[in-house]
């Protein structure tokens, strides 16, 4: 049983398009997370979504908006692509927000903008 | 702030060598220290994490991490490298209450036969 999901696996698309990538956790976590990895394998926070807070990383574009319908999903609807949001999206949860909390992480959205 | 430094974008060994990933990291309260692994094309998997507990933790797939405060240090090692081991590691601090976590650049481990 997969503990962290994420549809699709890859993602191709032209600019300007809006695009949503889903995330599912089955491990009864409240706290989950949106980080983009770029071409370099640099790993860098997007969100922090817990019991209906949501904590936004200050350099994330406006065009980036999560969303969580129930505790166990935080799907990422992004606007307006550009040619620089090619990247890998990765989804993780923990337990909850407690600084030390093992986060798990999904297998990634591969996302191509052209 | 909290962040982690590897030294090392890549490193290679032989099959049956001892693998050593450095990483060190920069913190003003105790910190909360996390190795990940990731394999070619998926997601990050948990190696070990160091919460204050013991300075010796032992991970998973024969890896194991010190902890090394006057060192500022928390150095990824396995004493056998096996073929399968070949990915991408990465050391990571967990910075504020929030469970931001800071990841360092990468290190990328080939094991030759």
């Known amino acids: 049983d997969t503990a962290v999901s994420q549809t699709p696996k890859y993602l191709v698309t032209q600019m300007g398009n809006d695009k949503s990538i889903k995330c599912e956790q089955n491990?009864?976590?409240?706290?989950m997370y949106w980080y983009k990895q770029d071409s370099k394998k640099f790993l860098k926070i997007m969100f922090s979504?817990?019991?209906?807070?949501?904590?936004i990383n200050e350099t994330v574009p406006n065009r980036f908006s999560p969303k969580s319908p129930d505790k166990a999903h935080l799907n990422l609807h992004i606007n307006s692509l550009e040619l620089g949001d090619s990247a890998v999206y990765f989804c993780?949860?923990?337990?909850?927000?407690?600084?030390?909390?093992?986060?798990?992480f999904g297998p990634g959205t591969r996302l191509l903008v052209l | 702030a909290q962040s982690v430094t590897q030294l090392g974008s890549h490193v290679s060994v032989s099959e049956g060598a001892l693998v050593l990933l450095r990483c060190n990291y920069s913190?003003?309260?105790?910190?909360?220290l996390f190795w990940y692994v990731q394999y070619p094309n998926q997601g990050l998997q948990l190696l070990l994490k160091?919460?204050?507990?013991?300075?010796l933790v032992k991970g998973i797939n024969g890896f194991e991490a010190e902890f090394k405060k006057s060192e500022t240090s928390f150095h990824l090692t396995k004493p056998s490298a096996h073929m399968s081991d070949a990915a991408e590691y990465f050391c990571?601090?967990?910075?504020?209450?929030?469970?931001?976590?800071?990841f360092g650049a990468g290190t990328r481990l080939t094991v030759k036969p």
């Open positions: 913190s003003s309260v105790p910190p909360y």
């Open positions: 990571a601090v967990s910075v504020n209450n929030n469970n931001d976590m800071r």
């Open positions: 491990l009864g976590h409240d706290t």
């Open positions: 160091y919460t204050s507990a013991a300075t």
């Open positions: 979504y817990n019991n209906k807070e949501l904590i």
């Open positions: 993780a949860s923990s337990q909850d927000r407690g600084r030390g909390e093992t986060q798990y």
